[in-house]
């Protein structure tokens, strides 16, 4: 039978417990495949002298492979959506972290729902990202987000003052500990603890949540995706904020400098088992009430 995927990318989490078993039986259930086989240069490292295989730079692994394999948690996705995006790789995620929104697919299921996967037998989804673009033209690996961008004061607990802009119109000004800017991806991640909203996969759409506001009348807000928004950071600021995307490390700010914010021309390409239901997961990871069986 011919296979719908022959070069298999393989992108794993560092030290976490079982990650390392996990991706050699990947690597033996793909060898037996005969299929050819990269590792994410990291991923090698990890493996140490038990793999042969081809060690691959982490910015050319999405170049070299039909079908990225993530074993560990949704940090691992997002560090891996930011390479499969760009070479319009589809992704799929086998799960060693915690709660794992974005990796559907357990360890002891390898044999049977990547074989299926293998054979064309999936689901494909798309997820947009967003990009950020600094006013001063800096160029930076910060400035694409699967999840979220978050703009926050930093180090110190201290509230920053912020303009907010949608389309070239004032949208409002504010004093918060900073603002998160999700996807539907992301809404379910840092935006959910800050009390914003959950944004179905399909929606296009983008929440803005306020961090900790001054006025308690700031309220998450829903906009459409394809809007353009504008960050203007007051130069009543002492120190420069931070700014964040998916969990990486802080770039700063300026007082009185702009970040522009909006959706991403590519689109990530997401893959799950036919069986993948969204609201099951929801259910299971944030231990919502099941379907009584009862009269």
Excluded at 19 to 39: G, Q, S, W
Excluded at 262 to 272: A, G, P, T, V
């Amino acid at each position: 039978m011919t296979l719908k995927f022959n070069k298999i990318g393989i992108m794993a989490k560092q030290n976490a417990i079982g990650v390392a078993d996990t991706v050699l039986a990947l690597i033996e259930f793909l060898r037996a495949k005969k299929l050819n086989i990269f590792l994410e240069e990291a991923t090698a490292k990890l493996l140490s002298a038990e793999s042969e295989l081809p060690a691959i730079p982490y910015e050319e692994l999405g170049a070299k492979c039909d079908l990225l394999i993530v074993v560990g948690g949704d940090g691992c996705m997002l560090s891996a959506a930011h390479i499969a995006v760009l070479n319009n790789v589809p992704i799929v995620g086998i799960n060693r972290g915690r709660l794992g929104f974005l990796t559907d697919i357990k360890p002891d299921e390898i044999d049977t729902k990547i074989d299926a996967i293998l054979q064309g037998e999936f689901k494909e989804e798309k997820r947009f990202l967003l990009t950020a673009c600094f006013e001063d033209k800096r160029q930076s690996n910060h400035n694409l987000a699967l999840n979220d961008f978050v703009l926050t004061s930093g180090a110190t607990a201290q509230m920053i003052e912020f303009e907010i802009y949608i389309d070239e119109k004032f949208m409002c000004s504010m004093r918060s500990d900073g603002l998160v800017i999700a996807t539907p991806t992301g809404s379910t991640a840092y935006a959910l603890s800050g009390g914003g909203p959950i944004l179905t996969p399909v929606l296009n759409a983008i929440v803005l949540v306020p961090m900790f506001p001054h006025t308690l009348s700031s309220r998450p807000v829903v906009l459409d995706a394809d809007s353009k928004i504008k960050l203007r950071i007051s130069e009543k600021n002492l120190t420069p904020p931070q700014f964040s995307c998916d969990g990486n490390p802080y770039v700063k700010i300026n007082p009185g400098d702009c970040v522009c914010v909006e959706k991403m021309s590519n689109y990530l390409r997401l893959i799950h088992p036919v069986d993948y239901d969204y609201f099951e997961t929801l259910r299971s990871k944030l231990y919502w009430g099941k379907k009584s069986t009862s009269g």
